[in-house]
């Protein structure tokens, strides 16, 4: 089936890096078409189609999936959006699809928005505290697994095809906040549309006596992410580790969410076979990872040569079932006796004292758990070490 001629631009990104600000602005422009919400996202299309196609019959192609994608997309966007312009969409996260939305819309472009590590840290905190409003949730965002995010989802862009691809432009939020008339006019030219005057940029949000990172934050963030950040066109040399004037009140504030440690390493694929390498150190053999989510789909494809067998992906949705994320099955919990499981390793950014949790609930006191790091170690306290790859650190265990 030929490739759809359509136009769409798609606007990703890290969290919190100003994204629903700039497709509110760019959606007044009388040549794109705004699809709202994120009910139907291209990468969950992607996704169900190679399964419940591909699956179902080996024989149909790549192409047919994704001309099935195309079709899908654009008749949601136009039923939405209405006929005018080019489609437009957002959405942050999934930058392992970044690639594959290259490949199955050929004609789409990609506005692609990063930001620096102390912002979005301090916004996915702030953005979790202010969702909570008081309740407690049993989870409040904290420093490392802030940062463990906002670095895997740039990892993932970096290892991509889009990065540096001519139909991909990076923005840095920065940019967009200090000069946004002049940042929505390079985009113009990039998507090939006239420049017209739009409404201002909202700017970043603002939060009612929000939290601050301390000294010592941003000092480990700054130095363990060093050359990820001039990767992205930033230059270190701007960089500070003081604490803005107009924060110092605000640093004691929610002791909840503070680093008490560092992760050994904030390269997700290199935390998970430190604990499988941990796993064959104690003399066991198959190992099932638990949850098939978000964390799970950037690190999979990328774990290979491993120390130990990963027999499958346990996950409590059986809507995953038979599914495989890289090279690994999706399995329900309860089949981890019969094939032989020794060992659980939890894959998660911010919930792996709740997952440990339920995995003893779940796997029993026989099958052991290995966490990706030890959250109770290396206080922030203790000075850095500076590492040669910008992510790797003192080892918490």
């Given at each position: 089936?030929?490739?759809?001629?359509?136009k769409?631009a798609?606007?990703?990104?890290?969290g919190?890096?100003?994204?629903k600000n700039l497709v509110?602005?760019?959606?007044?422009?009388?040549?794109l078409?705004?699809v709202?919400?994120?009910?139907?996202?291209?990468e969950?299309?992607?996704?169900?189609?190679?399964?419940?196609?591909?699956?179902s019959d080996p024989?149909?192609?790549?192409?047919?999936?994704?001309?099935?994608?195309?079709?899908?997309f654009?008749a949601?966007g136009?039923a939405?959006?209405?006929?005018r312009?080019i489609?437009l969409?957002k959405s942050t996260r999934n930058?392992?699809?970044?690639?594959?939305?290259?490949?199955?819309w050929?004609d789409a472009?990609i506005?692609?928005?990063?930001r620096?590590?102390?912002?979005?840290?301090?916004?996915l905190i702030?953005?979790?505290l202010?969702?909570?409003?008081?309740?407690?949730?049993?989870?409040?965002?904290?420093?490392?697994?802030?940062?463990?995010?906002?670095?895997n989802e740039?990892?993932?862009y970096?290892?991509?095809?889009a990065f540096?691809?001519?139909?991909?432009?990076?923005?840095?939020?920065?940019?967009?906040?200090r000069?946004p008339?002049?940042?929505?006019?390079e985009?113009?030219?990039f998507l090939?549309?006239?420049?017209v005057?739009?409404p201002?940029y909202g700017?970043p949000?603002v939060?009612?006596?929000?939290?601050i990172l301390?000294?010592?934050?941003?000092r480990?963030?700054?130095?363990?992410?060093?050359?990820?950040?001039?990767?992205?066109g930033y230059?270190?040399?701007?960089w500070?580790?003081a604490?803005p004037?107009e924060?110092?009140s605000?640093?004691?504030?929610?002791?909840?969410c503070?680093?008490?440690?560092?992760?050994p390493?904030?390269?997700?694929v290199?935390?998970t076979r430190?604990a499988l390498?941990?796993?064959?150190g104690?003399?066991?053999?198959?190992?099932?990872?638990f949850?098939a989510?978000?964390?799970?789909?950037?690190?999979?494809?990328?774990?290979n040569?491993?120390?130990?067998?990963v027999?499958c992906?346990?996950?409590?949705?059986?809507?995953?079932?038979?599914?495989?994320?890289?090279?690994?099955?999706?399995?329900m919990?309860?089949?981890a006796?019969?094939?032989?499981?020794?060992?659980?390793v939890?894959t998660?950014?911010v919930?792996?004292?709740r997952?440990?949790?339920?995995?003893r609930q779940?796997?029993?006191?026989?099958?052991?758990?290995?966490?990706l790091?030890?959250?109770?170690?290396v206080a922030?306290?203790?000075?850095?070490?500076?590492?040669?790859?910008?992510c790797t650190?003192?080892?918490?265990?």
């Amino acid at each position: 089936m030929a490739a759809q001629t359509e136009k769409v631009a798609f606007v990703r990104g890290t969290g919190r890096c100003g994204s629903k600000n700039l497709v509110t602005q760019l959606g007044r422009h009388p040549d794109l078409a705004h699809v709202p919400g994120n009910q139907v996202l291209p990468e969950e299309l992607i996704d169900w189609s190679r399964f419940r196609l591909q699956t179902s019959d080996p024989r149909i192609s790549g192409e047919a999936v994704a001309a099935a994608c195309r079709a899908y997309f654009h008749a949601y966007g136009r039923a939405l959006a209405g006929e005018r312009g080019i489609l437009l969409q957002k959405s942050t996260r999934n930058a392992h699809h970044l690639g594959t939305l290259l490949e199955y819309w050929p004609d789409a472009k990609i506005i692609y928005l990063v930001r620096r590590p102390l912002g979005v840290v301090e916004a996915l905190i702030n953005g979790a505290l202010h969702d909570a409003r008081g309740r407690d949730y049993g989870y409040r965002a904290g420093v490392a697994d802030s940062l463990l995010q906002w670095y895997n989802e740039l990892q993932a862009y970096l290892r991509s095809s889009a990065f540096g691809h001519p139909r991909v432009l990076q923005i840095q939020f920065e940019a967009l906040v200090r000069d946004p008339g002049q940042t929505v006019s390079e985009i113009c030219r990039f998507l090939g549309i006239a420049d017209v005057p739009l409404p201002p940029y909202g700017g970043p949000e603002v939060f009612e006596e929000p939290f601050i990172l301390n000294e010592a934050e941003r000092r480990w963030i700054l130095e363990s992410t060093r050359d990820i950040v001039e990767r992205l066109g930033y230059e270190a040399d701007t960089w500070s580790s003081a604490v803005p004037t107009e924060g110092e009140s605000l640093v004691e504030l929610y002791p909840q969410c503070r680093l008490g440690a560092r992760p050994p390493t904030l390269d997700a694929v290199e935390l998970t076979r430190r604990a499988l390498a941990e796993a064959a150190g104690m003399g066991c053999a198959r190992v099932g990872l638990f949850g098939a989510g978000y964390f799970a789909r950037l690190v999979c494809p990328h774990l290979n040569d491993l120390p130990v067998e990963v027999a499958c992906i346990f996950d409590e949705n059986p809507a995953l079932t038979n599914r495989c994320m890289g090279a690994f099955p999706i399995r329900m919990p309860e089949a981890a006796s019969e094939i032989g499981i020794e060992v659980i390793v939890p894959t998660t950014f911010v919930h792996q004292g709740r997952l440990i949790q339920r995995c003893r609930q779940l796997f029993g006191r026989h099958i052991r758990v290995v966490p990706l790091w030890d959250e109770a170690g290396v206080a922030v306290e203790a000075e850095p070490e500076r590492a040669p790859t910008g992510c790797t650190m003192t080892s918490a265990k």
